[in-house]
């Protein structure tokens, strides 16, 4: 399920950005997405090295990315039914 997500808010981010601004729109969000990527590995380990038990680690990375996750599709949810009829 990694990355299914990606294909669907794609999608949708193409339709909503106008023609001219795609391919610098589509840059800055790849570029947003890999940025938090390696913030989210950097916290992670930061947190490793300070908790002695990975299990509690990945547990709780696991559940900041469900958050973050649930709250990012009720933002989305929002949105796209102010833009599409």
Do not use: C, D, K
Request: proline share 2%; hydrophobic share 50%; no cysteine.
């Amino acid at each position: 399920m990694g990355t299914v997500y990606s294909v669907v808010m794609e999608a949708g981010f193409v339709r909503t950005v106008p023609s001219e601004l795609r391919g610098r729109a589509m840059g800055i969000a790849n570029a947003g997405v890999r940025t938090s990527q390696g913030v989210a590995i950097v916290a992670a380990g930061g947190l490793a090295q300070a908790i002695a038990n990975r299990g509690v680690v990945i547990t709780l990375s696991g559940l900041v990315g469900t958050i973050a996750l649930l709250g990012l599709m009720l933002v989305w949810s929002r949105h796209r039914n102010r833009v599409e009829p």
